[in-house]
């Protein structure tokens, strides 16, 4: 079975430059979750879709950040414009509804802003 | 305060050691905890749950201790592979899960 798919694996941009992130869950899976990783820190929830539903986006920065899960599958995490603090490990994982303590994590997005 | 803090170690052990990691969370609403392994520049995987009985998998138990929003993990007879980071989570509200930010095992030969 195959696991969630992000791409790219890497982006490096300049800041005030965009940049889109794209995951692929694992089939099946209704809940989409995309999370932060800073170095040395453990993942901090963004936003969480339930189908195509954010149920939870209180940790997004809405005035840069924004996401879509359209059709409640793929999903595109979006900043605009990016900053030298975006610096980080993008995750996406997905889950089966009700069971989301069992997250299934994709390899990341390490983005770097110089 | 962190609402799951870890001591981010490293730890450093030989092999067939036992060692033990704790973390404390501050959320006393929690419902559910559970150990993560994040491998080096990989994504975090479910290593097991926690329940205040205890749950023992293999070389691996953890325990709840509510009383003291205290959880641990103990690895037994450790092996090089066992080398990762540990990420201890808290289950609240909405069913989210909140990381805390890891221990790092380094396990010698």
């Known amino acids: 079975e195959a696991g969630v798919v992000q791409s790219p694996r890497y982006k490096i941009i300049e800041k005030k430059q965009p940049v889109a992130f794209w995951c692929n869950p694992i089939?099946?899976?209704?809940?989409l979750y995309w999370y932060r990783q800073n170095l040395g820190q453990g993942p901090e929830l963004l936003i969480r879709?339930?189908?195509?539903?954010?149920?939870?986006d209180s940790q997004l920065p809405k005035d840069r950040f924004s996401a879509e899960r359209l059709k409640g599958v793929d999903s595109t995490l979006k900043i605009q414009p990016a900053e030298l603090g975006d610096s980080a490990v993008y995750l996406c994982?997905?889950?089966?509804?009700?069971?989301?303590?069992?997250?299934?994590f994709g390899p990341g997005t390490r983005l770097t802003v110089t | 305060r962190k609402e799951v803090e870890q001591d981010p170690g490293p730890f450093n052990v030989p092999e067939g050691a036992t060692v033990a990691f704790n973390c404390t969370y501050s959320?006393?609403?929690?419902?559910?905890f559970f150990w993560y392994r994040q491998d080096c520049r990989k994504e975090p995987k479910l290593l097991m749950s926690?329940?205040?009985s205890g749950n023992e998998d293999g070389r691996f138990t953890a325990q709840l201790n509510r009383a003291s929003q205290y959880i641990s993990l103990l690895i037994r007879d450790s092996k090089l592979s066992d080398s990762a980071t540990y990420l201890c989570?808290?289950?609240?509200?909405?069913?989210?899960?909140?990381f805390g930010t890891g221990t790092r095992l380094l396990v010698s030969p």
């Open positions: 994982a997905s889950s089966l509804r009700g069971s989301s303590y069992e997250q299934y």
């Open positions: 959320n006393s609403a929690s419902q559910s």
């Open positions: 089939s099946g899976h209704n809940t």
């Open positions: 989570v808290a289950q609240g509200g909405f069913q989210k899960l909140v």
């Open positions: 926690v329940y205040s």
């Open positions: 879709y339930e189908n195509e539903e954010a149920v939870d």
